[in-house]
T-cell receptor, first 113, second 117 residues
Framework: KAGVTQTPRYLIKTRGQQVTLSCSPI?????VSWYQQTPGQGLQFLFEYFSETQRNKGNFPGRFSGRQFSNSRSEMNVSTLELGDSALYLC????????????FGSGTRLTVV | QQQVKQSPQSLIVQKGGISIINCAYENTAFDYFPWYQQFPGKGPALLIA?????SEKKEGRFTISFNKSAKQFSLHIMDSQPGDSATYFCAASMKGVTTDSWGKLQFGAGTQVVVTP
């Protein structure tokens, strides 16, 4: 079956702009989590959605937001981009919130210039 | 602060050798400890996971050892192969009394493993 699909794979944005990243979970998975991966900070949890509701949030500023649709697809948005937002953004899906076995997508590589 | 500490940062092992990666945690509420493998350009992939009610779990060439009293767990890769060259992450999560903590994986900093032919 199809894995977690993230689009786009690569993105270059200018400081101050905003960006929207998309994630389609594995069919049947209802929980979607987002992580930021950077060489300096490693993998950091952004937020998790289940049934269109944010269930859990990491320690990121309010510029980072997300949402989940009724078909479990999720988007994350970063407004007023900063150079430090350059990272690989990973989406992971699982059957339920807190269930074992999160499956990650290949990520969206965001570069802010 | 990093809730899961991972070492070493990098590791070089000969083909056929054993790779050992260690992780330590402080929060005794953690109750799920997965290991992820990541290749360049890919997202992390779940390799093997353990819960604190067992001390060891083996899947193929990969074994997790878990020491609850020491709050440490480790990954052993037996008979290491060049295809095992990747970055490995330990992680931990908990199912707390509220939903605030559910599903939030705390990752270690990662270990880059290189297996030489």
């Amino acid at each position: 079956k199809a894995g977690v699909t993230q689009t786009p794979r690569y993105l270059i944005k200018t400081r101050g702009q905003q960006v929207t990243l998309s994630c389609s979970p594995i069919s049947g998975h209802r929980s979607v989590s987002w992580y930021q991966q950077t060489p300096g900070q490693g993998l950091q949890f952004l937020f998790e959605y289940f049934s269109e509701t944010q269930r859990n949030k990491g320690n990121f500023p309010g510029r980072f937001s997300g949402r989940q649709f009724s078909n479990s697809r999720s988007e994350m948005n970063v407004s007023t981009l900063e150079l430090g937002d350059s990272a690989l953004y990973l989406c992971a899906s699982s059957l339920m919130v807190g269930s074992d076995g999160y499956t990650f997508g290949s990520g969206t590589r965001l570069t802010v210039v | 602060q990093q809730q899961v500490k991972q070492s070493p940062q990098s590791l070089i092992v000969q083909k056929g050798g054993i790779s050992i990666i260690n992780c330590a945690y402080e929060n005794t509420a953690f109750d799920y400890f997965p290991w992820y493998q990541q290749f360049p350009g890919k997202g992390p992939a779940l390799l093997i996971a353990i819960r604190p009610d067992v001390s060891e779990k083996k899947e193929g060439r990969f074994t997790i050892s878990f020491n609850k009293s020491a709050k440490q767990f480790s990954l052993h890769i037996m008979d290491s192969q060049p295809g095992d060259s990747a970055t490995y992450f330990c992680a931990a999560s908990m199912k707390g009394v509220t939903t605030d903590s559910w599903g939030k994986l705390q990752f270690g900093a990662g270990t880059q493993v290189v297996v030489t032919p």
